[in-house]
């Protein structure tokens, strides 16, 4: 696999752990786990794995008679995985995944998790990658940011953003597809779509959505921005949707809605 990177690498991985390991947590992952069904001796393919908690997971049921490939774009998670014992890990561009002599067309899956919604670049170049990985009949299954998810925060901060003389569009760092352009982006790679589906989910935060912000949105969207300003804008958009998303004790909670997905490749 590849060890550049592309870009400038913004994730930090003590961060994404604080303020996000629900992405991770076995609540929300136990469904795109079963989906995936994986084997002892099985070889996979983890594309955006992040700090690596389910790649361990993985390994443990590949055995070491199987492989499992951990890929990321950012350095900083791919040492904490590293970290948390994952053998194989490195950092790639999944939107460019460059897969190693020898290694093309021999995976039995690829798995995805909370990950393909940053790969907005080339969705498309994400699924070519896949494809050269797998196997005739290998399958890929995955979860991530759909149509409607974090619904309300991302108008909100889009609203500010415009506020602040910004234009938005082009700094949203989501792609968050329909099931029918999803589908349809598969189908024309070469995939053969076994389920595809839109799936809602209240989502508890461990803290205020000031600190989502600052992992998710600082880093991104308003990376260019001052930091004081920024600081600002973050501030206002919590102001904004405090009255859908705070509920009377102070807990914040969003709207997720997770685009989860089995296809496989044709024998």
Known sequence: MSSSAARDDKWTAAD?????????SAKFTSVVLDMLAAKPGERIIDIGCGSGELTVDLEKVVGKEG?????????NMIEKAKANGCAHVYVSDGCDLQI??????TFDAAFSNAALHWMKRDPAGV????????????????EFGGHLN????????????????????????????SVEEYKELL?????VVDHCSLNPRITPLPGKLYDWLITFARTSIL??????????????????CAIDMRDSYGNWSLMYVRLRFSATVPM
């Open 100 to 105: 190693e002599k020898g290694l093309e067309n």
């Open 16 to 24: 994404y752990n604080q303020h996000a390991s629900f992405v991770y």
């Open 223 to 240: 990376d260019k921005v001052p930091d004081e300003e920024a600081a600002q804008m973050m501030q206002e958009v919590e102001d904004m």
């Open 187 to 191: 189908e024309s790679n070469g995939f």
């Open 150 to 177: 974090v619904v309300g925060m991302r108008g909100a901060l889009h609203e500010v953003c415009r506020k602040h003389g910004m234009d938005p569009v082009p700094l949203d760092p989501w792609y968050f597809p």
């Open 127 to 142: 699924l070519r990658g896949v494809k050269r990985a797998l196997k005739p009949g290998g399958r890929f299954v995955a």
């Open 67 to 75: 492989l499992v490939v951990g890929i990321d774009f950012s350095a």
